[in-house]
């Protein structure tokens, strides 16, 4: 069963960092690209971030590049966004979530998710 | 690409079929467009693919369709469980975008 389960949610002040992980299990985690996707409460889905097997191909929308930054540890099994100069808008639950076999870019499964709550 | 579904919210009975639409600002190639279901407090789940291919293990009655810039999802009866928010995404341009979400709420 795949299961992705992310952490390192919390409450954080405008202008700080926190650093999100997520756990993989039940697949084979270095054959699959990996996706960062948030919803704000109450609000739509927003795609943040990709990042391909080898982390050889990496993709932000607008919105947070060169703020938040993907990565992983394939001998680990976990995904990370790490996330800078923080902004009230960035409140959100922050979902990890897997890319498809075939099309890599389609998401097939995702996590339960972690809450991130900025404070000014 | 922008994604415009429609309505925003749909009321209906169980057992009525639900007829959700997603437009396209520009023609989306190879139709990649999915649906995902979201119920509160739970992670989206994937029902369709490729605008037409249902995802593994949802049933049929969750129907897809559409190309270009049109995509439709149809649940042909709705069932209980189907009460909840949909959403589609395309996932043929970067950046992937999603639409802002379809409502269907028991009437």
């Known amino acids: 069963e795949v299961q992705l389960v992310e952490s390192g949610g919390g409450l954080v002040q405008s202008g700080g960092s926190l650093r999100l992980s997520c756990a993989a299990s039940g697949f084979s985690f270095r054959s699959y690209g990996l996706n960062w996707v948030r919803q704000a409460p109450g609000m739509g889905l927003e795609w943040l971030s990709y990042?391909?097997?080898?982390?050889?191909?990496?993709d932000y929308t607008d919105s947070v590049k060169g703020r938040f930054t993907i990565s992983r540890d394939n001998a680990k099994n976990s995904l990370y966004l790490q996330l800078n100069s923080l902004r009230d808008e960035d409140t959100a639950v922050y979902y990890c979530a897997r890319g498809a076999s075939a099309t890599a870019w389609l998401i097939d499964y995702w996590g339960l998710g972690t809450l991130v709550t900025v404070s000014s | 690409i922008v994604l415009t579904q429609s309505p925003g919210t749909l009321s209906l009975s169980p057992g009525e079929r639900a007829t959700l639409s997603c437009r396209a600002s520009?023609?989306?190639?190879?139709?990649?467009l999915a649906w995902y279901q979201q119920k509160p407090g739970q992670a989206p789940r994937l029902l369709i693919y490729?605008?037409?291919s249902r995802a593994t293990g949802i049933p049929d009655r969750f129907s897809g369709s559409g190309s270009g810039t049109d995509f439709t999802l149809t649940v042909s009866r709705l069932e209980p469980e189907d009460f909840a928010v949909y959403y589609c995404q395309q996932y043929g341009y970067s950046p992937r975008t999603f639409g802002q979400g379809t409502k269907v709420e028991i009437k």
């Open positions: 520009q023609s989306i190639g190879n139709n990649f």
């Open positions: 990042i391909s097997t080898s982390s050889n191909s990496i």
């Open positions: 490729d605008a037409s």
